[in-house]
Nanobody
Framework: QARFVESGGGLVQAGGSLRLSCLAS????????FGWHRQTPGKRREVVAV???????EYADSVKGRSTISRDGAKNTVYLEMNHLKPEDTAVYYC??????????WGQGTQVTVSA
């Protein structure tokens, strides 16, 4: 059964950078994509970055140009490097398959807080 452990979040000032890590108990090489999602209180969880088995990557407009998703297949680890962080990036970040829904397993996530 898949399990994900997210880490790397923290409190940073606007304009700063963070590198999030996701250690998966299973391979993250998914044709449909594996990536990072984020959620803020009162809002639906949104996908912000996806990497497919082919290596193709996709980003939400809100993080495009400021974020890079990558993976280490040998370690079943996926990363999200975020630069030029903005207060609106404040959220709990989760890793999961791109098509994961509310009824799927989710890890505890990692909190990212960006101060103005």
């Amino acid at each position: 059964q898949a399990r994900f452990v997210e880490s790397g979040g923290g409190l940073v000032q606007a304009g700063g950078s963070l590198r999030l890590s996701c250690l998966a108990s299973v391979s993250t090489l998914s044709i449909g994509g594996f990536g990072w999602h984020r959620q803020t209180p009162g809002k639906r969880r949104e996908v912000v970055a996806v990497i497919r088995a082919s290596g193709e990557v996709e980003y939400a407009d809100s993080v495009k140009g400021r974020s890079t998703i990558s993976r280490d297949g040998a370690k079943n680890t996926v990363y999200l490097e975020m630069n030029h962080l903005k207060p609106e990036d404040t959220a709990v970040y989760y890793c999961n398959y791109a098509t994961a829904g509310p009824r799927d397993y989710w890890g505890q996530g990692t909190q990212v807080t960006v101060s103005a």
